[in-house]
């Protein structure tokens, strides 16, 4: 790390001995000035971090030093801090050209002057990390938050929050439209805290892009992620053009030249909690919500996820929070778990040990049920569509009909996880892994102009289905 640098210009040698000892001693490097022409070369052969200028300090060509300083393009932004007299105080906040950015009073003891120049080393990179669209703090700022929150011993979650299909939409609609998706992401954050009674203990980071952070109560943190969630699912579509927002979709070309398909914008939010590890950096913390990132990232729509793989599930209550992830659609009251324990297909240690491997492995719990051959595939097909009100129908050996396809192309079947299998009393039948998203049917029944009749397929064999498929080539190849 380049050691930071200090500019002191005065005429009083005992205080510029007095300042450059105590600076020295907190391993800052510092350069002496006894004449302003002095400290303009200086200026101008380096980039300070910070500049300490007295005001027994001569003008240079009819300018005040500290303008003088500042008019080297790189010192512009560098803060000065004036060493006064008591009686030059009036004068200096009246004066219409204060090129200063905080003042030192004589005399003035180590404590003092560490304090002063800490706080506008501070503030500086703030304001150098500040994101200038969100005017939220950067990287630097995240880092010392968390820090401060480590070297405190509290508890403390960390939400990373990314927005998915936002380059797809900047694309399409251009970055003007583009920033103010941004700006109102970050609006969204700020009141979503304040609702759920965490703005004042909480952190918001703008990373870069469309990426987040906020640092919070772990008390409030699913509060917190649940209604951003619905906030932003509410608020994105509006920025959409209405034939893409009825359409739930839009077109982009991509690097080739060809249109593909896009679902609208939604939200992933990754949380990570200092319990039971007790992370001791952010680097560590991203680490492992870069982890439930991606695999949140392989989910359609909107998604929260805490990281719980250090967690030890042990009862059924333990594992409520795990299993809401895993509801059978997002219009479903009961989880995916519940249905099958209710069904008898599995009892509770069968459960909570899934969830566990589950939690390990970001897997489908179905799919880690199966692996760990505690049911059927059939068995966890029919009982779900039973509770779904619909037929399952599999498609662990089903051959494609690709006249069917000219009705509903691949590109829809990958994002809405739909396969036209029949054509039944002039209605398309779809398997589809979620067949209670009106949203996607609606979408489908517009696109082929035929009704549709919604059929559940499971997400592992759709899967398996999509590879077998040497015709199938997945749209977002940009």
Known sequence: MKPT???????????????????????????????????????????????????????????????????????????VILIAHQEELRHLVLSPERGFDDFLLEPFDAFALQLRVELNLLRARERLQANPLTNLPGTFACEENIKRRVERGEPFSVCYLDIDHFKSFNDRYGFERGDAVIKHTARILNRCLARVEALKDSFVGH?????????????????????????????????????????????????????????????????VCNKPIRYSNLAQIARVAAEVKEYLKTQPGSHYLRDRRTEQLKTLEEISVVLETEKISENESKPFGQHLLEAGLITEEELIQAVGRHVETGERLGQVLIRMNLVATNDIGQCLAEKMGVEYVSLKNHEPDEALFDLIPWTFVKRHQAVPIALESGALVLAMVDPLNQKAIGEMKEMCALPIKPRLALENEFDEFLEKQPTFEPDESF
């Open 5 to 79: 640098k200090i500019l002191v210009a005065g005429r009083d040698a005992e205080i510029l001995s007095l300042v450059e000892t105590r600076l020295k001693v907190r391993k800052y490097e510092v350069f002496l000035a006894t004449h302003s022409d002095e400290a303009v070369r200086l200026a101008e052969k380096m980039r300070f971090d910070l500049v300490l200028i007295s005001t027994s300090m001569d003008e240079v060509g009819h300018m005040d030093l500290c303008l003088k300083v500042k008019q080297v393009s790189a010192n512009f932004s560098v803060p």
């Open 207 to 271: 990373i870069g892009g469309d990426d987040f952070i906020v640092a919070l109560d772990s008390d409030r943190e699913s509060d917190f992620a649940h209604l951003c969630l619905h906030e932003f699912d509410r608020i994105m579509p509006t920025y959409y053009d209405e034939t893409d927002r009825k359409r739930r979709s839009l077109f982009v070309k991509n690097r080739s030249g060809v249109p593909c398909s896009f679902p609208l914008m939604s939200i992933s939010i990754a949380a």
